[in-house]
């Protein structure tokens, strides 16, 4: 029965065990302030309302958070449910309890529910960033707690919502927290509501073989405890079935009933050290036969939540199998407890590299957050560079921190962006260029007569993708006709007046003709031609000369310089038009087919050379290329031309990276969440297994020049364990 001098003693004792300082009037007069608040609410079950807040309390003083969370939890209800308000909890409390209160509450009204599978990734960060300090998170999940231990008095359609989300995501956020007790109990809670045969099966099973499962795990407790006592180790033994959800888990994936399945006894010594923890296992090995290709040892590599224990599956001289988990105490407490319990440890120290990196890995960080500023504030900010909204039907998009319903609108669909005449911002017509904030529901107005984006646009929104897809819709709705008008005009009248169109694109004269012309770049000048602003004629007339002198130029150097190469003689047309193709012109030579070598695949910034191949066209490497080598080989040399990159905007280049890194768990993870964070389109993603403990990944991925290509190669580098990152070489 819960009562509230039950949960007020075992509050207040935890408490003072762990923090024997608190200031217990402190606390006395916010257990006071919430129940006065609250004095005219029930729960469900017609207990005073109290009784919650003090349990979620007392939950938080169990996971050993500090007394303002203590206070938080104590009010966490208090400006959702009643006319209590930030400023008076800020005047009576204090800053820090009252913007966590707060927090809690703007998780409370958030809606954390979604029928998409695909979105729990998103809605968990969600829940993240809209939390920004780790304690509301973690008051957050004691409130769920603690409501799922009373779901008996709630209506059955709310047990399954509420069942759901708290499998969706309170108990892989705990997982992740590493608070694998809390994710257990919410865990089987969700279960008896959402599969309650399945649970009362189990149920039954376990309740039915009672007698005999402790019997069993009795004497496998005694033997292990004899001999340990016998060669001195100090140690608690002791034995537990496995979880409802994980039995019920481990059925379903191996398809097997209860009476067939493989280990649901666990056994757990917990040590003083870790030499002891590698001295048990060699006792229990000795004691009992070895399953092979069981023994996992997360001490050495703790798991991606810092979870560390080693762990042995054994079978007993009953042939039954069961597992043993050896820890530290240290360790038992954070698997127990996780985040909070590292936390507790923590408490007034300072955070070093170790622990930070552990926070980080623990909260899946996206970015680069400053380590000591990270423990200290205790803030959650990996994912300030996001925002998430929803569309009108729940889905969620994810979009860079600033963005606007510019950026929304183009996530959705170029024809979304395009049509675009207006937005709502939870039902209410907002400014296209509003930042959007996590959670805000978004509606984009568009119509069949709407003129298409604006060029303001392109400064207003904050993602990439919605600048690329804007910019391409000026350069294809308009540009694109007028270009290629004013183009054909234009070679049309240069080839009237005998004059090769190749010179256009020169280095040297290109920009001297483009100067001549008062145009910036060819594109604009054909564009002008195209709608009209000036005529091929006038544009012809007024290069002619220069074009002229330059031609006279160069056939007197060839005439000094025999030409290397030479294309074939009849394709006069062909050479005249010399242009690029992929983005690389080749000296002397038009039209030809262009392969990037899959060598060293060059990107754009890139100095790169070509081979004539046969057959297959020109074979682009970079100068550095080991491939390129024997250039200078008489036989070869007339083989290699050169060639350059064309200032045309690029398409994606692919290109490779190859990393060489220090095995351990979770780096497959962080180089692919490295990866997602450059926005660039991975292709494949390739992890092998190196001599001395090294593994080697292998990163395919399209980028638009060299610039961006070593960013992605710093980013790379920066990860931990991370050795060295190398263009690839095949
Ligand atoms: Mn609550």
Not at 372 to 396: A, C, H, N, W
Not at 509 to 520: A, H, T, V, W
Request: with cysteine; net charge neutral.
């Amino acid at each position: 029965m819960e009562t509230f001098e039950v949960h007020y003693r075992e509050m207040c004792a935890t408490l003072s065990q762990y923090m024997p300082g608190t200031d217990m009037a402190l606390i006395d007069r916010a257990v006071d302030y919430a129940n006065n608040k609250h004095k005219l609410q029930k729960r469900k079950d017609g207990s005073p309302y109290i009784i919650h807040p003090l349990a979620v309390a007392k939950i938080v003083t169990e996971m050993g958070l500090d007394t303002d969370a203590v206070l938080a939890a104590l009010l966490h209800d208090c400006i959702e449910d009643t006319d209590a308000s930030h400023e008076e909890i800020e005047k009576l409390f204090g800053q820090a309890v009252a913007e966590m209160v707060e927090g809690v509450t703007k998780l409370t009204r958030a809606n954390f529910s979604s029928t998409e599978q695909a979105q729990m990734e998103n809605l968990r960060k969600m829940f993240m960033a809209m939390s920004k300090d780790i304690r509301v998170v973690l008051i957050k999940i004691a409130d769920r707690l603690h409501n799922m231990r009373t779901m008996q008095y709630q209506t059955p359609a709310k047990q399954i919502s509420k069942c759901r989300e708290t499998m969706d995501i309170y108990a892989p956020l705990a997982h992740r927290l590493g608070m694998q007790k809390i994710k257990w109990e919410l865990e089987d809670i969700a279960l008896r509501y959402l599969e309650p045969e399945a649970y009362e099966d189990i149920m039954s099973y376990l309740r039915a073989h009672k007698e005999q499962d402790e019997a069993f795990m009795n004497t496998i407790q005694g033997k292990i405890m004899e001999r340990l006592n016998g060669v001195n180790i100090h140690s608690t033994t002791y034995g537990r079935i496995k979880h409802v959800y994980s039995i019920y888990r481990k059925m379903q994936a191996q398809d097997k009933s209860l009476e067939e399945l493989y280990d649901v006894y666990a056994f757990r010594v917990i040590v003083d050290s870790i030499p002891d923890c590698y001295n048990v296992l060699g006792h229990i090995h000795d004691l009992f036969n070895l399953v092979p290709g069981r023994f996992k040892d997360y001490i050495s590599t703790p798991k991606p939540n810092m979870y560390q224990s080693l762990h042995t599956t054994v079978i007993g001289s009953q042939g039954i199998p069961f597992e043993v988990q050896i820890r530290t105490w240290e360790m038992h407490e954070i698997a127990e407890y996780g985040v909070a319990a590292h936390w507790k440890y923590k408490q007034g120290g300072e955070g070093n590299e170790k622990d930070f990196e552990w926070v980080r890995r623990l909260l899946e960080s996206q970015q680069d957050t400053d380590a000591e500023d990270y423990l200290q504030s205790l803030k959650i900010d990996m994912f300030d560079d996001e925002v998430f909204v929803f569309t009108p039907k729940g889905r969620i998009v994810s979009l860079p921190a600033g963005s606007t319903p510019i950026d929304f609108a183009y996530a959705i669909h170029s024809g979304v962006g395009n049509s675009m005449i207006g937005a709502k911002i939870n039902n209410r017509i907002a400014n296209i260029d509003t930042p959007l904030k996590n959670g805000d529901i978004l509606e984009i107005l568009t119509s069949k007569s709407a003129k298409g984006p604006s060029r303001d646009w392109l400064t207003i929104c904050k993602s990439n993708q919605a600048r690329t897809k804007i910019k391409q819709w000026f350069k294809k709705e308009k540009r694109e006709e007028n270009v290629a008008h004013g183009r054909a005009s234009f070679e049309a009248e240069m080839r009237r007046n005998g004059l090769p169109l190749s010179l256009t694109i020169d280095p040297e004269l290109g920009p001297q003709l483009l100067k001549k012309l008062s145009f910036d770049n060819w594109e604009d000048m054909y564009a002008a031609i195209g709608y009209g602003g000036l005529t091929a004629v006038k544009a012809v007339g007024r290069i002619r000369d220069d074009i002229n002198r330059a031609l006279k130029a160069q056939q007197n150097e060839r005439t000094q310089q025999p030409a290397v190469l030479r294309t074939s003689p009849d394709s006069e047309a062909v050479k005249n038009n010399r242009h690029a193709v992929n983005g690389v012109v080749v000296e002397d030579i038009d039209s030809c087919m262009i392969k990037f070598a899959k060598c060293c695949t060059p990107v754009p910034g890139d100095d790169i050379i070509g081979f004539i191949t046969k057959g297959f066209g020109v074979s682009v490497h970079r100068n550095d290329c080991p491939n390129t080598k024997n250039r200078h080989e008489p036989i070869q040399a007339a083989r290699w031309v050169r060639v350059y990159w064309a200032n045309q905007e690029a398409q994606p280049f692919e290109t490779t990276l190859e990393l060489e890194c220090i095995t351990r768990d979770g780096l497959l993870l962080d180089v692919a969440t490295m990866m997602t964070t450059t926005r660039v389109r991975l292709k494949e993603l390739n992890g092998k297994d190196l001599p001395g403990g090294k593994s080697g990944f292998t990163v395919k991925f399209e980028v638009k020049d060299v610039t961006e290509l070593e960013a992605i190669r710093n980013k790379l580098r920066s990860i931990p364990d991370v050795i060295e990152v190398r263009r690839g070489q095949n």
